[in-house]
């Protein structure tokens, strides 16, 4: 027996134990991320690619994108909150400033973006205005090093640029100047890039000033700096966008522009741009924060974009960030918004705006005492209709409003009481229910957290396991499980195996001749290790009846608490081969289950094609999700993965269930329904109600094509 980690292994799989947990973890962890509008988020977003603003797959990366932090000022719910003491005289002040034709708000179609990579390569681009007060971010005085891609969007592109193309509108071919605002997201480093009057020259990339924001911070720029805005603030965090527009609610402040402010600045602000006396309290700050009054009725009949602007605008506001000649909300200049997306705004007038007390850095949601909930963990329940939901409140400040609420199922849902965080629930029919669980107290972000109920059939997942060639560095197989439960202490009983030699008996050629195993938790933490399975715990192997029948051959018996495991299977002393890692459930119970296994390793041809089984136990039947990853492993820093994997679905007798090359080819309704969709068009599902007995899905390459995969079986309901 190995009793600890192979020092030349650790830092290799270290590394892609986090990549593999992180997409099996999709259906057990879903609540982690909600958002401020108690919108379930998803898995973190990965961008492989520079991706423009106006594209569906722009729209699935801002879709999983928590927008600067679920207390900061844009994502303030100031619906509540106190009127300035002046604000109609304030309101009178605004409208006064206009042009009698142009007191009414107006959308216009500004600035747009790209989401890049973390390792998109830097440029160098000089600041000829401002670059005293510009985030250099490890450029040279006065340059910046910024990740600018080829397709960098400039302002009111493609919309407002006619025939030119992106690369004519970023060399502004025909003098047309204007703000030229460029904005750079990178999801995964948490980064916005902006800058202002910005130019491809000959020479390269130029702008007037640039500024660096932190997207999970609510830390400002130093006192009396400006930024691409006037008010020093991001833009981003504000822009109306069409994705948002679609769901039918933006879920944020937007970005406001009046005629003249005064020489002051507020929270969130950073900068004023005024020769207007602060002392003219009549005039906005920058940063003044305005809304839309509760009163407004907003039309059924209008379009979908003006409804969920107007919905933002009673309950996020709008931030004065820029001095101009409207007054007006800047909107992504996406060419899928319909011509007259936006034209009903323009009939609403000033005056059915208000202004409110805007809270400090440390103030309202950034307060001390802000309460969390815990929804407890997620549940398989099998063929009764009721559950019992323990949920756990915390409320510094008291008196928080409790609510359990269904987010997402086939049917509605009954709570025995609602407004308490422990409770039953009743379900009509089978299915998988998203439940979620809220507390506000009236000052700081709701607080919210979601379990996912199974309700099942007499059905469950008896052995899971997964052939493939196991070679060294990141090519060693690695095994990802999931134990879910109805209670946090409900353990289960497993097996866990590495089978190399025996294979040979099946008439596989070149099988692992010495398998070693290793078991960990979710952060990595070694459990168990074992090279040959009589060296330790054999009598409680034999016991299982699930004895391995090679000496050489690895197993153990562990009882796990619900959560996730890894089984890194790799070749004593460097060796390779086709090995074969097991999970068996050795307790079988409606209350804990054993629901999915994730492993990654190699592709090739022939014998050595990646092969998952599945043992389903009855008497009823199971979904079953079967996923085969590939592309979008690229992202995660694994090398050579398989670029257009199939995955093909079998019966204990070989006959053929399903085949799938691009998931969205087929089922992609259903596929997207279960939250677990692949993240690339060119990875495959399929989507299965199978009755109980022996399955195989196989993952080869497309055209005999090579390279590292994921192959995953979820247990749905």
């Known amino acids: 027996m190995e009793n600890k980690t192979k020092p030349t292994g650790h830092k290799v799989w270290r590394g892609v134990l986090a990549i593999l947990l992180s997409i099996p973890l999709t259906l057990t962890t879903r609540a982690e991320r909600i958002n401020q509008e108690g919108r379930i988020l998803g898995p973190e977003p990965v961008v492989t690619t520079p991706t423009l603003f106006n594209t569906p797959a722009g729209d ?53 973006y790209v989401l890049v990579p973390d390792n998109q390569p830097r ?56 703000d030229r605002h460029a904005i750079m997201v990178a999801p995964g480093a948490g980064s916005i890039w902006e800058t202002w009057l910005t130019r491809l020259t000959q020479s390269g990339w130029e702008a007037s000033n640039g500024a660096k924001f932190d997207l999970n911070s609510n830390t400002m720029r130093p006192a009396g700096w400006t930024s691409a805005d006037a008010a020093g603030l991001p833009m981003f965090p504000a822009l109306v966008r069409y994705d948002e527009c679609q769901r039918g609610m933006v879920e944020h402040a937007v970005r406001l522009v009046v005629a003249k402010t005064r020489r002051e600045y507020i929270y969130p602000a950073r900068h004023y741009a005024s020769s207007i006396p602060a002392t003219s309290v009549n005039y906005p700050a920058m940063g003044q924060r305005l809304r839309l009054k509760a009163g407004f009725v907003i039309p059924q009949s209008w379009a979908i974009e003006e409804k969920a602007v107007l919905l933002a605008l009673k309950k996020y506001g709008a931030i004065v960030a820029d001095n101009g000649n409207f007054f007006s909300i800047s909107v992504c200049p996406d060419d899928r918004f319909a011509a007259n997306a936006f034209d009903h705004l323009s009939t609403i007038t000033i005056d059915n705006f208000e202004v409110i007390v805007t809270t400090g850095p440390n103030e309202g949601p950034r307060s001390p005492g802000a309460p969390s909930v815990d929804a407890g963990p997620d549940q398989f329940i099998e063929d009764q209709m009721q559950a019992t ?17 269904l987010y997402s199922g086939p049917t509605a849902v009954t709570f025995a009481a609602p407004n308490q965080a422990t409770t039953t629930v009743s379900f009509p029919q089978t299915g998988t229910y998203t439940l979620m669980l809220s507390a506000n107290d009236g000052v700081h972000t709701v607080a919210y957290d979601a379990l996912v109920v199974h309700v099942t ?30 209670a946090a202490t409900a353990a289960k009983n497993v097996i866990v195996r590495a089978i190399g030699p025996s294979l040979a008996s099946a008439g596989v ?36 009846m699930l004895a391995p029948s090679n000496d050489l051959e690895s197993a153990i018996v562990a009882s796990l608490q619900p959560g996730a495991y890894t089984a890194i299977v790799s070749g004593r002393n460097g060796t390779t081969g086709i090995g074969l890692v097991e999970v068996y459930d050795l307790q079988r119970s409606p209350s804990s289950k054993l629901a999915n296994i994730s492993t990654r390793g190699s592709v090739g041809t022939g014998q050595n094609v990646m092969i998952g089984g599945v043992i389903l136990v009855g008497p009823d039947s199971a979904r079953i999700l079967f996923r085969a990853i590939g592309p979008s492993l690229a992202a995660a820093g694994i090398e050579s993965v398989l670029v257009d994997p199939q995955l093909d679905l079998f019966d204990a007798q070989g006959a053929t269930i ?22 690339d068009d060119a990875e495959s599902a399929i ?11 196989v993952v080869s390459g497309v055209s005999g094509g090579t390279g590292t995969a994921l192959i995953e079986a979820y247990y749905i309901q």
Request: no cysteine; net charge negative; glycine share 8%.
């Open 60 to 112: 699935a990366i801002v879709l999983a994108m928590q927008v600067m932090p679920r207390d900061g000022a844009w994502n303030e719910d100031i619906s509540q909150r106190h009127l300035l003491s002046n604000s109609s005289a304030m309101i009178a002040q605004v409208i006064s400033d206009l042009a009698t034709n142009r007191r009414t708000l107006r959308p216009f179609y500004e600035m747009n």
């Open 457 to 486: 059939l007499h059905a469950s997942i008896e052995n899971i396991s997964t052939r493939m060639r196991v070679q060294t560095g990141q090519n060693v197989s690695i095994g990802g499980f999931i134990i879910a439960a109805t």
């Open 509 to 544: 050629e070149g099988a692992l001749a010495d398998p070693s195993l290793e078991l960990r938790d979710s952060s990595g933490n070694l459990l168990l290790a074992n090279d040959n399975w009589k060296d330790t715990q054999e009598q409680a192997i034999r016991d299982t």
């Open 389 to 405: 939901l323990n949920g756990v409140v915390s409320a510094p400040l008291g008196n928080a409003a409790i609510q359990w609420r």
């Open 658 to 679: 399903a085949t799938n090359n691009n998931w969205k080819d087929s089922q992609q309704t259903v596929i997207q329904a279960t939250g677990a969709a692949p993240g």
């Open 687 to 697: 989507l299965a109600d199978l009755n109980p007995g022996n399955y195989t899905a």
């Open 123 to 178: 440029i160098t681009i000089p600041f000829f205005n401002y670059p005293d007060e510009s985030d250099l971010d490890g450029g040279t005085f006065p340059n910046g090093n910024y990740p600018i891609p080829p397709n960098l969007p400039i302002e009111t592109w493609p919309r407002g640029t006619g025939n030119l193309t992106l690369e004519q509108w970023q060399q502004d071919v025909n003098n047309t100047g204007g």
